[in-house]
């Protein structure tokens, strides 16, 4: 049988550092992380020891970060609906797959969903007095997006890490046949990248559900510490940043 010429891959070019960077400050996302890395960074400056409590800059970093707190959730008005689009263009093999599809999007969706109405609240366009529940429901529907995220992100793990066995095996048995495998190793490199990416994913989307438990918790326990959850906050968003910049 005939040997099947290896596939060429072609490497597109860098783009230029300007023009990406406009593409990604035009989207939703990339702006929005950068406002989480602002606030972040911030509440980890106030949360330590760096600026003595009387300087007069405190309450201006304090300031600034409930303000991009407030602005953030600006951002998520109709957000929702990308979960929907998301849940309705999904392929499963079986309903477990499905169940856990529902969760993750539906969680997440829903927590979108109620973010609309507590941004309206901290604008004062609705009545304060229903922030606080409001808040619950958003935390538990936030925490519940992120088990079922968690749980399809490491099933995808597994399939690349399946993938990744199958291309070394492919690539054993080019170099024991003496046969060029260029095409086999870039696969390798892109699954391997893939798997980093995904691996950070799940670290992120860890590092979110801490501080959702925080927020159900009221900031009480050792792991709703503030320096820990700030940390938690910022490592989440230069993922998130990290993600983001790649795939625009």
Same mark, same amino acid.
């Given at each position: 049988?005939?040997?099947?010429?290896?596939?060429?891959?072609?490497?597109?070019?860098?783009?230029?550092?300007?023009?990406?960077?406009?593409?990604?400050?035009?989207?939703?996302?990339?702006?929005?992380?950068?406002?989480?890395?602002?606030?972040?960074?911030?509440?980890?400056?106030?949360?330590?020891?760096?600026?003595?409590?009387?300087?007069?800059?405190?309450?201006?970093?304090?300031?600034?970060?409930?303000?991009?707190?407030?602005?953030?959730?600006?951002?998520?008005?109709?957000?929702?609906?990308?979960?929907?689009?998301?849940?309705?263009?999904?392929?499963?093999?079986? *309903?477990?797959?499905?169940?856990?599809?529902?969760?993750?999007? @539906?969680?997440? @969706?829903?927590?979108?969903?109620?973010?609309?109405?507590?941004?309206?609240?901290?604008?004062?366009?609705?009545?304060?007095?229903?922030?606080?529940?409001?808040?619950?429901?958003?935390?538990?529907?936030?925490?519940?997006?992120?088990?079922?995220?968690?749980?399809?992100?490491?099933?995808?793990?597994?399939?690349? *890490?399946?993938?990744?066995?199958?291309?070394?095996?492919?690539?054993?048995?080019?170099?024991?046949? @003496?046969?060029?495998?260029?095409?086999?190793?870039?696969?390798?490199?892109? =699954?391997?990248?893939?798997?980093?990416?995904?691996?950070?994913? =799940?670290?992120?989307?860890?590092?979110? @559900?801490?501080?959702? =438990?925080?927020?159900?918790?009221?900031?009480?326990?050792?792991?709703?510490?503030?320096?820990?959850?700030?940390?938690?906050?910022?490592?989440?968003?230069?993922?998130?940043?990290?993600?983001?910049?790649?795939?625009?």
């Amino acid at each position: 049988m005939a040997t099947k010429a290896p596939e060429k891959i072609t490497k597109p070019k860098d783009r230029d550092f300007l023009n990406h960077l406009e593409t990604y400050l035009s989207k939703r996302d990339g702006v929005d992380k950068l406002l989480k890395i602002s606030r972040y960074a911030t509440k980890i400056i106030l949360a330590s020891s760096l600026i003595p409590e009387t300087r007069s800059i405190i309450p201006r970093l304090k300031s600034f970060e409930s303000s991009v707190g407030v602005s953030r959730k600006a951002f998520r008005l109709g957000k929702f609906v990308q979960d929907i689009n998301a849940l309705r263009s999904s392929r499963w093999d079986s *309903n477990h797959e499905l169940v856990l599809l529902i969760i993750a999007y @539906g969680g997440e @969706g829903l927590y979108y969903f109620v973010e609309q109405f507590i941004w309206l609240t901290k604008s004062g366009l609705i009545d304060a007095k229903h922030s606080k529940w409001l808040q619950k429901i958003s935390a538990w529907a936030e925490l519940v997006g992120y088990v079922g995220s968690v749980s399809i992100k490491i099933r995808d793990l597994r399939k690349l *890490n399946d993938e990744e066995s199958c291309v070394a095996s492919t690539i054993e048995i080019s170099v024991s046949r @003496g046969l060029a495998c260029d095409g086999e190793d870039e696969k390798m490199k892109k =699954i391997k990248e893939k798997k980093t990416l995904k691996v950070l994913s =799940i670290l992120q989307d860890l590092a979110d @559900g801490l501080m959702t =438990i925080a927020d159900i918790r009221d900031g009480k326990g050792v792991l709703s510490a503030p320096n820990v959850i700030s940390s938690a906050g910022l490592f989440s968003a230069i993922v998130s940043t990290h993600k983001n910049w790649i795939s625009c």
